[in-house]
């Protein structure tokens, strides 16, 4: 899939140290070899750890930055469809937020797919490109001279180029050097909780997501094209789980409370909680908004620099639009900081305004009392019809418009 056009000749020694081989990393190397950059990409996992369970949605507008580097049939081989069906507690449906529409107006269509598997087609792009990724190198510092920057690894080497880019996530080394006063993460007292299933009764693909607003939570599933149930939900915590209380504690928990909550809602409920063969669990945390998304010779794009919770699936897709725009202001501008200044201008208010509407929608989650659920079941379909019209101005973005 990788074209090779629109070289800028001024760049064609510039090198990149890129940080963080998720999706974002292998997809900003390829939009830097477009433009004549050099990239070498550093990964803190080994090259074998597979082990991202969390699926995630992908919305039009991160498809369409995707679809110029990897075949999006290819990430169609475990996926569900983006398409929603939303029932209350007694079963019935009481709106549709269907994706047919966007495949006519944005040229794809909303899927949900393994993280591991988004990230390995987006590493194989890159090799095919000729895009060298080091793996288990764990990024502790960097430093910086007149005319270049060096990052030093916790394995004792170092790698040298002209800038840094951070792609390192939510939880982000970079940032933490570049920022350490400003860039502590606030734990939201939510947990993002999911799974996988094999259910008898749920052994053929379903044609979209069930979002169920049961008697006293939420809850939601689908069926893969494999047959496997995908579900995931919101669990609050008080107290921030520790890293190792999320394995030995707290995936037991989130079960039983999950069948609690639910065991006077649908049976298929109770039978996919209770059939759940890997439960993931992922604390959500609030990254407070940065002035700065650079510093020197040093940027941050994606949830490093704007992190987001997931309850509106933009975090990949934002990630991936400003690897589309992060290239253009440094093919535009010979100057790295002015270019890393143009950059945070064109994606800043987007970023946040995209921030702050997945932060109102997790507030809708929780349990309601029986007056605002009918008014919820009378009014939903109409709020999703206008969704659609709202949702446009986060879809219909391109590097064009630039919206």
Avoid at 206 to 220: H, K, Q, T
Avoid at 257 to 274: F, M, T
Avoid at 345 to 373: D, L
């Amino acid at each position: 899939m990788y074209t090779y056009f629109d070289v800028n000749k001024k760049a064609m020694n510039k090198k990149v140290i890129i940080i963080g081989a998720g999706v974002a990393g292998p997809i900003l190397a390829l939009q830097l070899k477009k433009i004549g950059f050099q990239s070498e990409i550093f990964e803190s996992r080994s090259e074998n750890n597979t082990n991202e369970g969390v699926f995630l949605g992908i919305t039009p507008n991160g498809l369409n930055v995707l679809k110029e580097f990897i075949d999006l049939e290819k990430l169609k081989e475990d996926y569900t469809p983006g398409s929603m069906k939303f029932f209350n507690a007694r079963g019935k449906q009481i709106a549709e937020l269907g994706t047919a529409y966007q495949k006519q107006q944005y040229g794809v269509e909303t899927l949900q797919l393994k993280r591991a598997n988004l990230n390995k087609y987006a590493r194989f792009a890159a090799a095919e490109a000729g895009i060298k990724i080091e793996y288990g190198k764990r990024f502790i510092s960097y430093s910086e001279s007149d005319d270049q920057v060096t990052a030093y690894f916790e394995d004792g080497t170092s790698a040298t180029g002209d800038i840094i880019i951070g792609c390192d996530g939510m939880f982000s080394e970079v940032r933490k050097q570049m920022f350490p006063e400003t860039s502590v993460i606030r734990y939201t007292k939510l947990i993002s909780t999911g799974g996988y299933a094999k259910v008898a009764e749920l052994s053929e693909p379903l044609d979209s997501i069930r979002m169920i607003f049961g008697e006293r939570g939420f809850f939601a599933y689908s069926v893969s094209d494999k047959g496997e149930v995908w579900w995931f939900n919101n669990y609050f915590r008080e107290q921030e789980p520790q890293p190792q209380e999320i394995e030995k504690t707290v995936k037991t928990e989130i079960k039983n409370h999950l069948a609690e909550i639910h065991k006077n809602d649908d049976p298929l409920l109770s039978s996919i909680i209770r059939n759940s063969y890997e439960i993931i669990a992922y604390p959500i945390y609030d990254l407070p908004s940065l002035s700065h998304w650079y510093k020197g010779r040093v940027c941050l794009i994606g949830d490093a620099a704007h992190g987001i919770s997931p309850h509106i699936g933009q975090g990949a897709s934002l990630a991936l639009e400003d690897t589309a725009v992060i290239a253009e202001q440094l093919k535009l501008n010979n100057e790295y900081e002015a270019a890393f200044q143009a950059f945070q201008s064109r994606r800043q208010f987007r970023v946040e305004k995209i921030i702050k509407s997945a932060r109102k929608v997790g507030n809708t989650k929780t349990k309601t009392n029986p007056i605002a659920a009918w008014f919820r079941d009378l009014f939903i379909g109409f709020f999703i019809h206008k969704q659609i019209r709202q949702l446009d101005w986060i879809y219909g973005w391109t590097l064009r418009n630039k919206k």
